[in-house]
C-alpha cells in the first residue's frame, strides 16, 4: 500500500540554523500539506501546496518558512532561523484532490530546537 | 472560519462497552468530517469520513460516527470496546471549495480498561 513517508525521523538543531524536512507524497497524489504538532497540543495547519505554489497558509507560516516541490516526488519544508517555538513534530500529507477526500499522513519528522 | 471541538480530553471505558468520543464542528458551508487516530509515535491513521448522504458512515476497525446537521455534531463510536483501541483520537473538519486545509480537534485520549 503507498505511503508518505518523511526524513529524518528526529531532527536535532540548535537555535538560529536552518533546517529542512522532506516527504516523499505518495506518487499519484496532487495536494500536499505540512502539519505541525506541539508536544500535547493539537495537530495545526502549515501550508498546503498545489499545482506547484502556495494554495493556503496559515498565520504560523511566517517568513521563516518556505516549502518547494524540487523534483516530482519530494516535497520539503524549510525553516531559516530556528527557534525554540519551533520544537514539534511536523507531519507532511497528501491527498489526491478534492476537499472531500482524506489526506494520508507520514510518521512525522520530531524537530528539537536546543 | 472553521473549528472543531472535542469536550473531552480522555474518555476511560471498559473492554468490551461501547465507546463514544464526542465532536462538534463549525464551519461556514457544507463540511467534509473525518476521524484520525494516532498511536505513540506514530502519524495519523485515517479511520473514516462524512462528505454527504447517510448520516452514518462506517470506517476502519469496527468504528462507525454519526453526523448530525442540526446538532453540528460528528461522534466516534464503537459497539464493542478493545484494549488495542487505546489511542489518541482527532476530530478533523474540512470545507467544500477550499484547498482541502484541515483543522483539527485538540484530540481525545480513549483508554480501554482490560
Known amino acids: 500500500e503507498p505511503e508518505v513517508t518523511q526524513t529524518p525521523s528526529h531532527q536535532v538543531t540548535q537555535m538560529g540554523q536552518e533546517v529542512i524536512l522532506r516527504c516523499v507524497p505518495i506518487?499519484?497524489?496532487?495536494?500536499f500539506y505540512w502539519y505541525r504538532q506541539i508536544l500535547g497540543q493539537k495537530v495545526e495547519f502549515l501550508v498546503s501546496f498545489y499545482n506547484n505554489e502556495i494554495s493556503e497558509k496559515s498565520e504560523i507560516f511566517d517568513d521563516q518558512f518556505s516549502v518547494e516541490r524540487p523534483d516530482g516526488s519530494n516535497f520539503t519544508l524549510k525553516i531559516r532561523s530556528t527557534k525554540l517555538e519551533d520544537s514539534a513534530m511536523y507531519f507532511c500529507a497528501s491527498t489526491v484532490r478534492g476537499s472531500y477526500n482524506e489526506q494520508f499522513f507520514g510518521p512525522g519528522t520530531r524537530l528539537t530546537v536546543l | 472560519a472553521q473549528s472543531v471541538a472535542q469536550p473531552e480530553d480522555q474518555v476511560n471505558v471498559a473492554e468490551g462497552n461501547p465507546l463514544t468520543v464526542k465532536c462538534t464542528y463549525s464551519?461556514?458551508?457544507?463540511?467534509?468530517l473525518f476521524w484520525y487516530v494516532q498511536y505513540p509515535n506514530r502519524g495519523l491513521q485515517f479511520l473514516l469520513k462524512?462528505?454527504?448522504?447517510?448520516?452514518l458512515v462506517k470506517g476502519s476497525y469496527g468504528f462507525e460516527a454519526e453526523f448530525n446537521k442540526s446538532q453540528t455534531s460528528f461522534h466516534l463510536k464503537k459497539p464493542s470496546a478493545l484494549v488495542s483501541d487505546s489511542a489518541l483520537y482527532f476530530c478533523?473538519?474540512?470545507?467544500?471549495?477550499?484547498?482541502?486545509?484541515?483543522?483539527f480537534g485538540i484530540g481525545t485520549k480513549l483508554q480501554v480498561i482490560p
Open positions: 506518487s499519484n497524489h496532487l495536494y
Open positions: 478533523a473538519v474540512s470545507v467544500s471549495g477550499g484547498y482541502q486545509k484541515v483543522t
Open positions: 462524512y462528505i454527504t448522504g447517510d448520516n
Open positions: 464551519v461556514s458551508g457544507n463540511p467534509y
